[in-house]
Each structure stands twice: as structure tokens, then as C-alpha cells.
């Protein structure tokens, strides 16, 4: 069975800090998508980055950065020089891409970042 | 190009009445989603459809809950009776799978509360 784990519940930092936010998962299959999305004070849910198992680049866009390892089942989000604007919740899922639910999307249970200015 | 339309925004019932929430997907996505959010349990996966057909039900919570699509630009889940603890945000989300996890486009949610 699939599971995504964010262990950090809450997170708060000054402006301008970096901060990195963990997500571990577990899957029984080699092929898996692995997401963040952003759930700011709005509450809509807004797409960040997309990865498949089979490519373990690290990904910049802009001040924010993903680090997959399968090693460690882990894809953690790093953001860097924060910005009042990132307060929000930041949610990891995972899909399984067995062809009878390859798209059905568990997500983690979200982290909130506070940045104080 | 509209996004993912969701209605009504805020329901506030009372236990025991039917609640219908309706979803709008974004044209041309042959997935679509429907999504619970709450503080204890977080974003739960109800049930999704590909092609207007309901291809994984298992998150739907009991039989008070249904959903349907009868068509590609238009779905309902439907609480009946409903109860306190079915209070929740509860989002759509489309994609363009092509048979692999595509983006979820999320509507804005539906903020139920049963009292």
C-alpha cells in the first residue's frame, strides 16, 4: 500500500531563511510519480512539481528545489531565501503507476510554514 | 480558460439533509476527483472517475455517500442523510492523465457544515 509521511506538522521561520520541508514515502512498485502541491491561506491547492521514479535529478525552479532519493524513499522541498509569500501548506502525495490506478494520488497530511517577516 | 468550477462554496445543514456538491471539470480532462479535507484526517481520496466511468470508489466513508458523472462536465457527490462529522472542505480536482498521473487542477472547495 502506498503512504506519504510528513512528519513536520508546522514549521516557522524569519524571512530570508532557508528552509527545507521533509517527505518520506512508501510504495511496493518500481514505477511511481511522486508531487507538491501548495495550499495557501485561499485554500486552493496549486500544482509545484511532478517527478517519476526513474529520474532522480534534483529540480531548481527559482528559490525552490526538490531532492529525490530513492535510497531513502525521500523528496524533500527546499526553499530558499523565504519569502512571506510561501507561508502556506505544502503538501506531498504519491501515485502508484499500476496501469489499473495510475492515477489515483494519496497525499501527505501537509505541512504548514509560517515565515514572519 | 476557466479552471475547476465547484458549488456552492459554503453549506451550512443540518443532520440529517441531503447535501449535493457539484463539480465542473476543466473541458477536455478525463479525470476527475473528489477530494475531503479536514484537520484530523487530512486530503482524503474519495473516489475518481476516468471517462465519466468511477474507476476507484474505496475512500467513499459508507453508503451515505454517492457520486456520480453523467457526463464529462459534470459531477455530484451527494451526502444523504448527512451528519456532524461529515463537516469538511471538500475539493474536485481534474486532470489529463493519458494514463499516468497527470497535474490535479483543484476547484476551491466546498466548506460543508452539518450541524
Known amino acids: 500500500a502506498q503512504k506519504v509521511t510528513q512528519a513536520q506538522t508546522e514549521i516557522s521561520v524569519v524571512e530570508k531563511e532557508d528552509v527545507t520541508l521533509d517527505c518520506v514515502y512508501e510504495?511496493?512498485?518500481?514505477?511511481?510519480?511522486l508531487f507538491w502541491y501548495k495550499q495557501p491561506p485561499s485554500g486552493e491547492l496549486v500544482f509545484l512539481i511532478r517527478?517519476?521514479?526513474?529520474?532522480?535529478q534534483n529540480e531548481i525552479s527559482g528559490r525552490y528545489s526538490w531532492n529525490f532519493q530513492k535510497s531513502t524513499s525521500s523528496f524533500n522541498f527546499t526553499i530558499t531565501a523565504s519569502q512571506v509569500v510561501d507561508s502556506a501548506v505544502y503538501f506531498c502525495?504519491?501515485?502508484?503507476?499500476?496501469?489499473?490506478?495510475?492515477?489515483?494520488?494519496?497525499f501527505g497530511s501537509g505541512t504548514r510554514l509560517s515565515i514572519q517577516p | 480558460d476557466a479552471g475547476v468550477i465547484q458549488s456552492p462554496r459554503h453549506e451550512v445543514t443540518e443532520m440529517g439533509q441531503e447535501v449535493t456538491l457539484r463539480c465542473k471539470p476543466i473541458?477536455?480532462?478525463?479525470?476527475l476527483f473528489w477530494y475531503r479535507q479536514t484537520m484530523m484526517r487530512g486530503l482524503e481520496l474519495l473516489i475518481y472517475?476516468?471517462?465519466?466511468?468511477?474507476?476507484?470508489d474505496s475512500g467513499m466513508p459508507e453508503d451515505r455517500f454517492s457520486a456520480k458523472m453523467p457526463n464529462a462536465s459534470f459531477s455530484t457527490l451527494k451526502i444523504q442523510p448527512s451528519e456532524p462529522r461529515d463537516s469538511a472542505v471538500y475539493f474536485c480536482?481534474?486532470?489529463f492523465g493519458q494514463g499516468w498521473p497527470g497535474e490535479l487542477f483543484f476547484g476551491e472547495g466546498s466548506r460543508l457544515t452539518v450541524l
Open positions: 480536482a481534474s486532470s
Open positions: 510504495t511496493r512498485d518500481t514505477t511511481y510519480y
Open positions: 517527478r517519476n521514479s526513474f529520474d532522480e
Open positions: 502525495a504519491l501515485s502508484e503507476a499500476s496501469y489499473s490506478n495510475a492515477s489515483k494520488i494519496i
Open positions: 473541458s477536455g480532462h478525463d479525470y
Open positions: 472517475f476516468n471517462n465519466n466511468v468511477p474507476i476507484d
